[in-house]
C-alpha cells in the first residue's frame, strides 16, 4: 500500500518510531494497526528529525487488500490522527514500490521570517531572524551547492563509513513579503543537510561569511567550518517524487 501524509512535526520526535516519545510513525502504526486488524509497519520517503514538519511525505506498508477500503482508510486514520497528521490519498500499490527506494526525488522547503518583530502565527513554521538578511548574497551562494558534492561538511554522519556523496538539481530562494523561502531539490539527503546548508546561506546573509568560502568549506569536510544547524521548525518536506 502507498499513503501520502502531511502533519505538523512541531511536537513529535521525528517520523522514526521511538519507544516512550510521540512520533509520526508511532502514531500511524497505531491507527492504521487498530483499523485494519494487525500489526503495521511503515517505511517513508524521508525521516524528518523532531519537530520538522511534512506536507506531501510518502509512506508504504504490508496490508491484506481484502482488508482494505481506501477511501475509508484514509478518513479513519484521519479521524484518528488528525488534525496533526492528516492523510490526502491511499492507493494500492505494486508488491516492488517502497516508499525509500522507490522516491527519485525529495523537495524540501525552508521558510525564514525576516523582520524587526516575530510573527506568532508563523512561529512553528518559520525561523525568525531579526537581523536584515541579504538575499542577493543568498542566492548566488545557493548555486556553489548545485551538483554532486561531498558534504561532509553540512552532514551528521552516522555510521562512519557512510558516504555523504549527494547530488543538488535545485537550491534556490525567493521572498514573499518579509517571509523568506529556500527550496532545495535532491535525490537524497544526509542527516541535517538541509538546515546546514540553511544555517550557512543565512550567515552569508547576515555578512558574516562569503559565498566564496563555500568551496573550499565543502573541499574540507569539516563538520566544524558550518554553523549549527538552522532550527528545525522552519523546515518541511515538501514533495516527495516516487515512481
Not at 208 to 232: F, H, N, T, Y
Request: glycine share 6%.
Amino acid at each position: 500500500m502507498r499513503m501520502t501524509v502531511a502533519y505538523d512535526g512541531s511536537d513529535f520526535y521525528g517520523f522514526a518510531y521511538n519507544e516512550g516519545v510521540p512520533t509520526v510513525s508511532g502514531s500511524l502504526e497505531g491507527a492504521l494497526s487498530k483499523v485494519l486488524g494487525c500489526r503495521i509497519t511503515l517505511s517513508c520517503a524521508g525521516r524528518t528529525d523532531r519537530g520538522v514538519h511534512a506536507r506531501r511525505q510518502v509512506v508504504s506498508f504490508d496490508a491484506p487488500k481484502d482488508r482494505v477500503d481506501v477511501t475509508r482508510l484514509a478518513k479513519s486514520i484521519n479521524r484518528m490522527c488528525g488534525p496533526r497528521i492528516m492523510v490526502s490519498d491511499v492507493a494500492v500499490a505494486d508488491d516492488t514500490f517502497h516508499a525509500r527506494f522507490s522516491c527519485v526525488e525529495r523537495v524540501y522547503r525552508y521558510r525564514i521570517l525576516n523582520a524587526a518583530v516575530a510573527d506568532p502565527l508563523s512561529v512553528f513554521f518559520s525561523w525568525h531572524v531579526e537581523h536584515p538578511l541579504n538575499v542577493n548574497a543568498m542566492r548566488v551562494a545557493s548555486d556553489r551547492f548545485l551538483g554532486t558534492h561531498d558534504f561532509s561538511s553540512f552532514c551528521r554522519r552516522k555510521q562512519p563509513d557512510q558516504s555523504l556523496v549527494r547530488t543538488v538539481r535545485k537550491a534556490m530562494w525567493w521572498q514573499e513579503d518579509d517571509l523568506l523561502v529556500f527550496e532545495i531539490a535532491a535525490r537524497a539527503f544526509c542527516h541535517q543537510m538541509v538546515r546546514s546548508i540553511v544555517a550557512l546561506l543565512v550567515a552569508i546573509g547576515l555578512g558574516r561569511a562569503k559565498a566564496s568560502d563555500i568551496g573550499e568549506i565543502i573541499a574540507a569536510r569539516d563538520r566544524s567550518l558550518v554553523p549549527s544547524p538552522a532550527p528545525a521548525q522552519g523546515l518541511t518536506l515538501w514533495d516527495a517524487l516516487c515512481d
